[in-house]
């Protein structure tokens, strides 16, 4: 007999749900496991994430070029010695850019990337799992698990290497889903980071720098220069590592009737009850039972175990970053005396005055790669605690050994 209270796997129709069998409506949607925990309680999620930690991109240097000239410059005033201002004392020159000459300063990437949610639930075979109203025998389409096959059950292969659930609300059996591994999206922009390049002009080219009206060629001079841009490094567009999606589980036989059939010694049903009925023991691996306290149930035929309800994802996504461009294509140097010419015998100074350097050259500034981790997270699928119970001799007596005894008793 499987004693009232006592719940079963169903591989039938909503519709189809034997006579004095209930639905357990505790059950859909949900992995039955027998890890510790209350009796019954519900929890688990069929999506998560992962807090990510932080990684960091190094810069790599790069060189950006320009025309081969500053623009010219030109109308300084300058002043004689008693400051006495004359317009135009100097002529236009120019200097050589040497932006390929500048020295580079970048800053690091360095971002905590989180692993987005994602879907993760076990291979799984969906069936309507079903309670004894009052003492039944094992009605037709349903299931139980057991350490070896027997007649009037078969074995249940279309849920072979699958775990039940629960068929979500009114649902029927039959559906599957799921899978093995999982992976998350780890897409991300870092934070800008600024980066400098700065360097020195040529002295000034032209020789005919010199007061306007006549004069001594000005004296020689350079200008500084320094150009900063901030950049993001482009999108990274990947995923993690894959990780499992099996619960800590072990393997054990299911079997299906396909008639109804009375409780042979080992088969095994579901209790979510905190003691067991008479003749039914729990499945700790003690007793000559299976042990299935502690895990999840996948059906196989074939003894294992596996699985596990703490993950991450080992380090990987080895990734660079990079973005192109030219600082706005052009720069200011900084402001400098032309330096002294001489005029009439008389030491001048020309004003300060800056030069613009066009044409900076388009290129890729790029850091170097570095890989991705996240935080390990307890996650389970939607699941309900249970105990799975094994039919032992004393659960065959139907109720009628104590009746019969009574009956030779007169
Ligand atoms: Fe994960
Ligand atoms: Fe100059
Ligand atoms: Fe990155
Ligand atoms: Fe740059």
Known sequence: MIPAGVILPFDGNNTA?????????????????????????????????????????????????????????????????????????????????????????????????????????????????????????????????RSSARSGLSFHSASQNRFLKGAVAGGNAGGTGGSNTHSHSVTHTHTAVSHTHSGTTGESTDTDRRQADGGSVIGQHTHTFSFSQSLTGDTFTGTSPSETNLPTYTNLGLYKAASQTNVAVGDIAITTSSSNPTGWITCDGTNGTPKLSGFYVRNSQTSGTGGKVKHTHESGNSHTHSQSHNHGGSVTTNTNQGGHGAYGGTLKASQNHSHTITNISTVNMTWQAASMSAGETSWEPPYIRVRYIMATQTALSDGYGPALLLLLDR
């Open 17 to 145: 749900i034997p006579a004095g069998w209930s639905r357990d409506t505790r059950f859909d949607g949900r992995f039955p496991s027998a890890i510790s925990g209350t009796l019954g309680q519900t929890g688990g999620s069929s999506a998560h994430s992962h807090t990510g930690s932080t990684h960091t991109h190094q810069p790599n240097s790069h060189v950006h070029s320009s025309d081969e000239y500053t623009s010219s410059a030109n109308g300084e005033q300058g002043y004689s010695s008693n400051d006495d201002p004359k317009s135009t004392v100097s002529e236009g020159h120019r200097h050589k850019a040497q932006v390929s000459n500048a020295s580079f300063s970048g800053n690091a990437l360095s971002d905590k990337v989180d692993y987005a949610s994602t879907t993760a639930l076990p291979p799984y075979y969906e069936v309507i799992f079903i309670k004894a109203d009052t003492d039944s025998q094992i009605p037709a389409e349903s299931l139980v698990y």
